[in-house]
């Protein structure tokens, strides 16, 4: 009852995860959710004026800053999305002139973190917002390790009620039908936030316009499996710290194919393993018998023996007893024999 | 078994005082992790939310308590019943390895008292994460009762002793499925970031890399251990142990051997796989080779020439060289080559703090594996159980 209850368990284990991988096979391709919306970044017009750094600090209403949004010089170091920090603004020097990328969470499609979160605290939302439900999280920090944009950021300093940080794009006040706090404040029109699709047109008519301007390539059209947040630019993005080296391959897909083994392990390895059990039982049982066997045999053999010797013995006593016999009766007839010719000898000179 | 202390022995021996200065400054920490917050003792940052808690205690931990299910499959399953002695040392070794795997764990959790979560009201089947820890739990219940007889022969509670020990066989199958899905999902904690392992050890085939790793890191700690419980435990065993330590390293040495080269060989096909032999003309490849011939080849023909010529101090050394080798690679996936790209001043190190609380929980687990060891028939048979396997 237990040993069954405990297979079931396993079984339910193995399914539990079969189940969640299944969707990796056949001919499924999720590409967003259709009316989802996204920002496209044109790197072309951002002047690096923290304006938006500054919108995002407050609708968040996250600490202010050591340093204020007005002091531009933070950007000669490179710098990073923190707990209290959703987005950053980086300037990188190409050739003259600086060149700026706003970072932020990039909004996957099929998000990493998403894909790696143990208790499922990240959910894809369909206004294309990736939100984070800190109510669910365990504080692993492995959507830290698996986001390839390196976005997700942890409150280090909290020692009962850490929370992962990450931007949210905004989710409540896109269902308010506002703007999110960065686009809202941008003075430029680097930022443009509309449904994905119409993005991507305006990105490529942008491009297919101004050939000189641009580089064609839209980031985020298909990076890892495409983003919510795209990024067109004039200089390549591994100028301005973007990897380009990510692929197109949606995260979910790294550990699809070796978690669709883990029904076979659970199914296979159980069978397998008490073969090997039986066949070293019956190995053992064989060995066993053919001890036994050859014991018998042994035994069989030497008390054949044994009997063949007893009766050779036992014939030769016979023999020998026989030949005693004869020889006394030999002996006796000669006795009488003798003693009749005795008898007879001093007879004859008596009667003559 | 008597105990051999005379009374004019003291309690304060050199390792004793060494233990209670680690478990004093150990504890200080502790407070300061609970009460402060993680930053407040750890080098870890939003780059590397990883940082020796993973690679060290959680990685090599599980890796090194592999013994438990090796040593059982070999016995129970695969006929070997030579090796008996040493399936009571390794079922204690790997029980309290994954009970400190899970106890570190908890330092470097945010909210260590969620832990249960994943595995109860919100699992998130998707992750390697969630797999690791369904597997872990359901295994250190498998331990714990594989450990069961020897408390329940101790305390001489026959009815629960034989129940425990009826299991062994299901047991045994359960040990080796559940280690061979954990042990390869730690592996599996990195495919999904082939963007920031470097490709000489990033692979599709890391979940089976550490699975096959694990049998010889298992192997390789029993006949450390055994070794070192030979010196220092020696009226402790019994002459049934005494009698089988060195047919269990020859034995092993051989197992080791032969599973060593066919992960040195598998590695290889990884590399060629993904084409990734211009790597090895780098810095990153030297350190790649030093690693493959090194800690993995020099080791298994070690054990090799060990198992062949009987050399039992050979059998030692490969040991002790094929478990540095296991924590090598284990830190140079989570640590070392994990985020290579990132500029130096980016790069983690860990804070003395956070090694001093490593040093802590293995010493800590060095402790109760002591007193089990000398409390608790282990390295010897329970008298009124003699023979009753």
């Known amino acids: 009852m237990k040993r069954r209850k405990f297979i079931g368990m396993l079984a339910g284990a193995g399914a539990c995860l079969a189940a969640s991988s299944a969707s990796a096979g056949g001919t499924h391709h999720f590409t967003g959710y259709p009316e989802s919306f996204g920002v496209l970044f044109d790197s072309t017009k951002c002047i690096g004026c923290r304006k938006c750094e500054a919108a995002c600090n407050k609708v968040n209403e996250l600490p202010a800053p050591s340093v204020p949004f007005d002091d531009l010089t933070v950007m000669d170091k490179r710098r990073r999305t923190h707990h209290d920090t959703y987005t950053v603004v980086n300037k990188y020097q190409i050739g003259d002139k600086p060149v700026y990328r706003k970072q932020q969470c990039n909004h996957c499609l099929e998000p990493a973190c998403a894909s790696a979160c143990f208790v499922g605290a990240f959910v894809k939302d369909k206004t294309g917002a990736v939100s984070h439900d800190e109510s669910k999280c365990v504080g692993c920090r492995y959507c830290m390790i698996a986001c390839p944009f390196e976005v997700p950021a942890y409150e280090y300093h909290d020692p009962i009620t850490p929370r992962v940080r990450k931007c949210t794009m905004c989710q409540p006040r896109i269902e308010e039908g506002k703007l999110p706090g960065c686009v809202e404040e941008c003075p430029k029109g680097a930022l443009i936030f509309a449904r994905r699709e119409d993005l991507l047109n305006i990105a490529r008519e942008r491009i297919r316009k101004h050939p000189g301007i641009y580089v064609n390539h839209i980031y985020g059209e298909r990076e890892m499996g495409g983003t919510s947040w795209m990024y067109i630019s004039g200089v390549r993005f591994e100028q301005i710290g973007m990897r380009e080296d990510l692929g197109i391959t949606p995260a979910p897909q790294f550990t699809s194919g070796a978690l669709s083994v883990v029904p076979a392990i659970v199914g296979l390895w159980p069978v397998l393993l008490t073969g090997a059990y039986a066949l070293t039982k019956r190995r053992e049982k064989i060995a066993e018998e053919e001890q036994h066997h050859a014991v018998a045999e042994a035994v069989a053999q030497a008390q054949e023996e044994a009997a063949k010797k007893a009766k050779a013995a036992m014939d030769k006593a016979e023999r020998d007893k026989q030949a005693a016999i004869d020889r006394e009766v030999k002996k006796a007839l000669k006795e009488a024999e003798e003693a009749r010719l005795k008898a007879e000898a001093p007879a004859e000179p008596g009667e003559q | ?389």
Request: glycine share 6%.
């Open chain 2, 1 to 389: 078994m008597s105990d051999h202390t005379t009374p004019n022995k003291t309690f304060w021996t050199t390792a004793n005082i060494i233990t209670a200065v680690i478990l004093v400054i150990g504890l200080i920490l502790t407070v300061k992790r609970f009460t402060m917050g993680l930053g407040s003792v750890t080098n870890l940052s939003d780059d590397n939310p990883w940082g020796i808690w993973i690679g060290f205690d959680l990685l090599c931990g599980v890796a090194l308590a592999a013994g438990g299910y090796t040593t059982s499959a070999a016995v129970y399953l695969f006929g070997m019943k030579k090796y008996h002695s040493a399936v009571r040392p390794a079922i204690t070794t790997a029980f309290l390895g994954y009970s400190f795997v899970v106890f570190a764990l908890l330092y470097d959790l945010g909210r260590y008292y969620r832990l249960p979560y994943p595995l109860t009201i919100f699992p998130g089947p998707t992750s390697f994460l969630f797999e690791v820890g369904l597997c872990v739990a359901l295994y250190l219940t498998v331990l714990a009762i594989e450990f069961s007889p020897a408390l329940w022969e101790t305390l001489r509670w026959k009815k629960l002793r034989f129940w425990a020990h009826s299991l062994t066989l299901v047991l045994t199958i359960f040990g080796v499925v559940l280690s061979t899905l954990h042990q390869s999902s730690l592996g599996g904690l990195y495919l999904i970031a082939p963007s920031k392992l470097h490709p000489l050890w990033y692979s599709p085939y890391l979940a089976m890399f550490f699975f096959i790793s694990s049998i010889p890191a298992g192997l390789s700690m029993v006949i450390f251990e055994g070794r070192l419980s030979h010196k220092y435990l020696h009226h402790k065993m019994d002459q049934t142990h005494i009698d089988e330590a060195p047919g269990v390293a020859l034995g092993f040495s051989k197992a080791a051997a032969v599973v060593l080269f066919a992960y040195f060989t598998l590695k290889w096909i990884g590399v060629a796989l993904d084409n990734n032999w211009h790597h090895l003309a780098t810095g990153w490849g030297a350190w790649f080779l030093v690693e493959m011939f090194g800690f993995v080849l020099l080791p298994c023909l070690m054990y090799a020439v060990a198992a062949r010529e009987k050399n039992l101090n050979m059998a030692f050394y490969a040991s002790v060289v094929a478990v540095l080798g296991i924590i090598l690679n284990r830190l140079n996936i989570s640590l070392v080559a994990f985020n290579w790209q990132l500029p130096a001043e980016a790069r983690y190190l860990p804070s003395w703090e956070e090694i001093m609380i490593t040093v802590f929980i293995v010493t800590l687990e060095i402790t109760v594996l002591r007193i089990c060891l000398n409390k608790l028939p282990i390295l010897h048979e329970h008298p009124e159980f003699k023979g009753a396997h």
